[in-house]
Each structure stands twice: as C-alpha cells, then as structure tokens.
C-alpha cells in the first residue's frame, strides 16, 4: 500500500474535555472528540489513519506529540490562529447512566480551505461533534474515498448562549444520501427520523442513501443491519465501567477498521463492541487495551452467540 493512501480518514474536530464523574473530587481534563477516539483505536487494530481537523492555539502541544507518537497521521489538522479549541464539559450522575453536556468553547467550522488538495482513504468517517462540518464539505470528502461513514451527533446538537445541549433533528437529510455507513445512538436516530420504533428508524435512514446501518443501544449492544438483514450485536461486558465517554466512536473505529480489512460485517461488529467495552474502562482516551484483547472480547460473542 501507498504511503498516502490510509485506511481510515476521520474528520471532525478534536476536543478539550472536562469529565466530571462521581468517583473522582474534580473533573479530568481530556483530550476528547469524535476524531481522537476513532484514530487511536484505529491504530490499536493495526490500521493507518489520518485525521482532518482544526484546534486553537489552547490545543495542548503534548497531545500533539502523543498523538503522532501512536502513528497517527495530523498533517492535516488546522491550527487556527486566534480561535479557541472546542471545548465540552461532561457531568455523569452517580450511576454513569445519565450525563449533561455543556459546550464550554466552540471552534470554527471546517472549511474547504481546510482541506488537502488530494486525499486518498479507504473508508472516510465524518465524526462532527458540534455542527462544524458542512455539506459542501462532505461533498468534497465524497470524491476522496470510496467508502464515506458518519455519525450525525454533532449534526444533531443545538447549543443556548450558556452552552447547554439540546437535540434537534433540523440534520440537512441530503447528506446522507452521500453515506455508505450510517452510526448513531438509539436516541440520535430517533430524533434524526422521528420514528420511536428503531425497525422503522433504520428504513428511513436507508431510504436516505446509508447501505450499511448501526444504531447503538449501550449496555444492550447494537443493531446492525446490512445486505437486506439486521442483527442484533451483543455488547462485550467489561470488567468495570469507569466512563462511558467515547464508547460509540470506538465502537464505530474499529467496526471501519476490520471492513476496510474485508472483514464480514458481523465480525466487524463484534471487534466494534469488544472495543467499546474496554475503553469505558479507563478515563476518556487514556484506556483502549490492546488488539488481543479486543479481538479475545469479539470471538467469544462471535462465536458464541452470532454464529450459533
């Protein structure tokens, strides 16, 4: 393979963020994003990766150098002069079941301009976390991949002059017609459709354009429906939960990461909620396991309970 042509391209902005869980006395300040979480664990499996991106001048320089230190690819992250990071605060209640959101810095959106002149990805995700890729952005990454998943969270968001979170399905649905594979939270898909029944949720997304449909359903697994058929995924238990962040990007990384290996869907599924199950395990990005273990994790509901 080229050197320039990566398995996994995810845009999207990285993010500062202040996790708050009730087991710690103060919050922990983490390197966050949709786009930090699908390439580190895209790396753990053994893929190449690239991230597009853009942070301010409040970017912390370290995570810069960890980041290129695992093999991740950022020579077309933005450094934008003058602009602050987006930037989350996330508060858990005392069982990690619920959380608040608050949006405590947001960054410029990604432009064209932003993007490279050429660019060449096996499967590109699309990972905005507060509405700052546009359409005529995706357009682009369009021609760039033959492969384009996304994750409309980011798409789905509102915020009020306080940064708190709300939910919107105000999504421009004709971006999805450009998608191959769609992922999102049972709630998202439910506000992206309208539709509370997730069968009817995930026609109407197919309808749209996405072949390949994943609604995530947290400690129940997920549903993954694909080539006229749905499954359901269980989850992998952990060992503990420590923070529940990130879970779904993972899930997503390592799900893209195996079918650009031309992994069945299924599996990919499977090594998608092995993965989830270890990073929420340790405090936002700082956990991931290794490749042996997440791929231990994926066999045993593969074999166990998918195949049989």
């Not at 990454?141 to 306080?162: A, V, W, Y």
């Not at 506000?191 to 109407?204: N, P, R, S």
């Not at 390949?212 to 993954?224: A, H, M, N």
């Amino acid at each position: 393979m080229e050197k320039d042509i990566f398995d996994i391209g995810v845009v999207g902005h990285f993010a500062i963020d202040y996790i708050s869980l009730p087991s710690a006395i103060k919050p922990s300040k983490i390197l966050g994003g949709a786009v930090a979480y699908v390439s580190l664990v895209t790396r753990i499996l053994g893929g190449t990766v690239s991230v597009i991106s853009k942070v301010g001048l409040d970017f912390p320089k370290n995570w810069f150098s960890k980041l290129q230190q695992k093999g991740i690819d950022l020579s077309c992250v933005t450094l934008a002069q003058g602009e602050q990071t987006t930037s989350y605060v996330l508060k858990y209640n005392k069982d990690l079941s619920c959380r608040t959101l608050k949006l405590k810095n947001q960054g410029s959106q990604v432009t064209l301009s932003d993007l490279p002149a050429s660019f060449n990805a096996k499967a590109i995700h699309i990972a905005p976390i507060a509405a700052e890729i546009p359409c005529e952005v995706i357009e682009r990454l369009k021609t760039f991949t033959h492969c384009l998943s996304i994750d409309p969270q980011g798409m789905t968001r509102r915020f009020d002059e306080n940064g708190n979170v709300t939910s919107s399905s105000k999504m421009d649905k004709k971006i999805l017609s450009l998608i191959n594979i769609y992922k999102s939270s049972l709630d998202e898909i439910t506000i992206l459709t309208g539709k509370t029944d997730v069968k009817q949720a995930i026609k109407v997304v197919h309808d749209l354009g996405p072949e390949t449909v994943i609604v995530t359903l947290g400690g129940k697994g997920s549903i993954l429906s694909a080539e006229g058929a749905q499954y359901a995924v269980p989850a992998c238990k952990p060992k503990h939960v420590v923070d529940p962040t990130g879970a779904g990007d993972v899930f997503i990384g390592a799900f893209l990461t195996e079918n650009t290996h031309k992994k069945d869907n299924l599996w990919c599924a499977c090594v998608g909620s092995a993965a989830a199950s270890l990073i929420v395990e340790g405090i936002g990005t700082s956990f991931f396991g290794n490749k042996e273990e997440i791929y231990r994790r994926a066999n045993s509901i593969y074999e166990k309970e998918i195949k049989h």
